[in-house]
């Protein structure tokens, strides 16, 4: 089986995007690089960066596993909510 | 009732509800379905509110459902239901970086539906069960999250979604390993880290005929398989193998504690994994068609929290009822159990007419004498004997060097058994080392 990326995994899901509302807020002024490493290599969708020194995240995408939030313990992920109902992935075989 | 419910989910308006419930059930999973069915059966008025956009949307488990707890409420159910295969092969593998000690089980007996475990795939089973709960005249509303408990003098009353308030003389909190809303009520403690998994999978697409070929089935016929060792990276964990009907379910399951102390991310252990000599091969020509992720507590009996409160109980994944003693893992059969007994519960407490903690304390003895709590009991040591690393490090490589050499012809002199077990034995952490974490398997599993 070819190697994959995760983007290219994702974009195999189905998803109802909530572009405006993320539902998982993070601490963008959070800067210890090994504690936010962990959350980067947590992530199954990989939707958390470290660059230039700072978390960047992305909630589009979300598997809503809610690993980072037990990762940080409350220090890189600051609020973490299951999207709106509706919205977000739908599993299709789950 | 039915339309000003289905009305809920329109965006701006405000319904108020005069209709309180006897029960509202969160989630629709395995446990909130069963309990709904059990509830709505008695002839209950049920409410189950699901954030997915129909029950099962947002469901994901590693793959394998033990049939015993669901032939209880629903006899022969996989005669109809969307099962995958029914699983009459196990395997176990034990997987060094560049080799992989198996052992397979096979047994006729694993076809009798009171022993039997089939792979499931949840969106489709869990859409299943949810219907025959509605048959029963349960009530579901879809694509709705339940953001907020009302409570009132301390008792549970309802829940809260968006600006709508449903009441109930009893809530069954069945939404999930997160489940916020539990944490909310202090039920559940936020889930520790070292006896918190993350669960990465992958649903891979492959002809019905490979996949009997491939694992040596006959049509309906499945295979479970678990491997210890390089899949996890010297962490706790490994990764399971389903046959589905036209797929397979595979997945990595980490301790979160572990992360970070890798190198590699989780989902670069996942591919790491996928190319392993041994399971390349089976997923060989395989098409993905699902990437998912899901939080797997292993803490087993020692990290069930509050069960009861007054007005509210807890059922399955919520309640953490899952236990992983590394030749299966099970969480399926508990839930459907917990969601039954928390059903029957709610049941003698409406003829009671009375909902405090006090009467749903039956819940919690009815758990102690069924299989859920007795079999998490059973295994409460196996999170200590995961502990021992070398489990997951130096004895898959110790039974590569064994039996590489016993199968290793290549002219080079014979040496006796002992005389290379023993170096490796004394490699991967001596003899007294062994006897310990077999001591404590002993206890464990």
């Known amino acids: 089986m070819k190697k994959m990326s995760v983007d290219d995994k994702l974009g195999l899901n189905k998803f109802y995007p909530d572009e405006h509302n993320p539902h998982i807020e993070i601490d963008p002024d959070f800067t210890d690089e090994k504690e936010i490493m962990r959350v980067v ?36 992920v600051r609020v973490w909510h299951y999207p709106v109902g509706s919205m977000g992935i739908e599993y299709r075989q789950g | 009732m039915q339309d000003e419910l289905q009305d809920i989910g329109k965006k701006g308006e405000v319904i108020v509800s005069d209709d309180r419930f006897d029960a509202i059930i969160v989630g629709a999973g395995l446990a909130g379905s069963t309990a709904a069915l059990t509830l709505a059966k008695a002839g209950m008025e049920v409410l189950v509110i699901e954030r997915g956009n129909w029950a099962g949307a947002k469901n994901v488990s590693g793959g394998r459902l033990y049939g015993h707890a ?5 006899p022969g159910f996989a005669e109809e239901a969307p099962i995958e295969r029914k699983i009459t092969k196990e395997r176990i593998s034990l997987l060094s970086e560049t080799a992989g000690t198996t052992i397979e089980y096979a047994d006729e007996s694993f076809r009798k539906p009171e022993t039997a475990s089939y792979s499931v795939l949840r969106s489709k089973f869990d859409k299943w069960l949810a219907e025959k709960a509605e048959a029963e005249g349960a009530m579901f509303v879809t694509g709705i999250h339940a953001d907020e408990m009302i409570v009132k003098d301390g008792k549970v009353c ?152 007054d007005g509210v109980l807890l059922a399955g994944d919520a309640a953490n009822m899952v236990i992983n003693i590394a030749y299966t893992v099970r969480g399926m059969d508990f839930a459907i159990e917990s969601g039954r007994l928390a059903a029957e519960t709610v049941i003698k407490a409406k003829e009671k007419g009375d909902f405090s903690a006090s ?31 070398e489990i997951f490090t130096k004895y898959p490589q110790m039974a590569q ?14 040496r006796h058994l002992l005389k290379f077990a023993k170096p490796a034995l004394k490699k991967a952490g001596g003899i007294f080392k062994l006897a310990r974490i077999g001591l404590d398997a002993n206890k464990a599993i």
């Open chain 2, 401 to 414: 060097e064994i039996f590489s050499e016993m199968y290793t012809i290549d002219g080079n002199p014979r």
């Open chain 2, 359 to 389: 009467t749903l304390s039956a819940y919690k003895q009815m758990l102690d004498n069924s299989f859920v709590l007795r079999d998490m009991q059973f295994h409460a040591k196996a999170p200590k004997l995961m502990e021992h690393k």
């Open chain 2, 158 to 309: 309802g829940v809260k979604c968006g600006e709508e308030e449903m009441e109930a003389d009893v809530v069954i909190l069945a939404d999930g390993v997160n489940s916020p809303l539990a944490q909310s009520l202090g039920m559940k403690k936020e889930l520790a880290q070292a006896e918190t998994a993350v669960g990465v999978k992958e649903v891979i697409g492959l002809e019905e005929k490979v996949i009997r070929d491939r694992f040596g089935l006959t049509e309906n016929e499945g295979c479970a398989w678990m491997m210890a060792g390089y899949p996890s990276d010297g962490g706790i964990g490994g990764m399971c193998l389903y046959t589905n009907k036209e797929s397979l379910s595979l997945a990595l399951v980490l301790t979160t504690s572990y992360i970070g102390q890798s190198e590699l991310s989780v989902p670069q252990l996942f591919e790491r994994a996928k190319a392993h000599p041994v399971v390349a091969p089976l997923i060989e020509g395989g098409k993905l068609l699902e990437y998912s992720a899901h939080l797997v507590t292993e803490g087993g009996y020692n990290m069930i929290p509050t069960l009861y409160k």
């Open chain 1, 41 to 76: 290599k947590a992530c199954p969708a990989e939707l958390y960066k470290y660059e230039n020194g700072k978390v960047i995240f992305n909630h589009e995408g979300c598997l809503e596993c809610g690993t980072c939030r037990v990762v940080s313990g409350g220090k890189v």
């Open chain 2, 70 to 74: 669901l032939e209880k409420i629903l």
